[in-house]
């Protein structure tokens, strides 16, 4: 299996405040991972880091290919690499089409895009039933489904998702993840999950990265961790 997303000796924070000091991580192709760690750790910084959204040092590799200290996020986007930001982040004042055209923005192959829009929409039927719907009045379930549709309307290689279980219903946090381990089986598509709530990312990973205040306290497979009785505690509450 070859490596999609290399991170090497990463450190990012903002202003003055360093956060990152030095993360190494890396996800092969189709594998899906997840970063654990408590609030403040670092990890959405890490996110928005690989993301090209703030600046960094430290070496990020998308597909072999330096994208640089400082990654556009369009080039990000470009090279396989697509976030589902935390808080949804989706366009409120546009309709849920139009999200999702925006997500497409990186594409120029017209009628692929029309092709996938209506693949999302058999996915999310919800998501169809509203597409004229401003994406401000959906419901907090109803965005977070749009703001995953919209981030894998570029067709990434890896989706990173900056803990899209936050104050989501739990069923419909299992809906979403089953979706995501749908995704992954049948068109490859690595994943990259932060997540405090762990326990379904858990189920979905092959292997974990435990983030500790700006760096990587520990990494191995995820069954390792499940069975974990400190990370048990702090992580799955039993
Ligand atoms: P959480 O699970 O609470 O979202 P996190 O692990 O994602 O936490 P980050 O959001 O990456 O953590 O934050 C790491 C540190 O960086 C925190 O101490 C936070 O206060 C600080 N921080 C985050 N965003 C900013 C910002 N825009 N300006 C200044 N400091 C920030």
Known sequence: MSTLLSVERLMAGYGQARVLHGIDLHVDEGEVVVVLGANGAGKTTLMRAISGLIPSTGSIRIGGAEAGGRPRPEKVVAAGVSLVPQGRGTFAALTVLENLRIGAAV?????????????????????????????????????????????????????????????????????????LGRINRESGTALLLVEQNAELALALASRVYLLEVGRVASSGAADEFRDNDAVRRAYLGY
Not at 126 to 139: F, K, M
Not at 149 to 174: F, H, N, T, Y
């Open 107 to 179: 594409r120029r192959d017209t009628a692929g895009i029309k092709q996938d829009i209506e693949h999302w929409f058999e996915v999310f039927p919800v998501l169809h039933q509203r597409e004229g719907q401003v994406a401000g009045t959906l419901s907090g379930g109803e965005q977070q489904m749009l703001a995953v549709a919209r981030a894998l309307m570029s067709r990434p290689k890896l989706l990173l998702c900056d803990e899209i279980s936050l104050g989501l219903a739990p069923i419909v946090v299992a809906d979403l993840f089953a979706v």
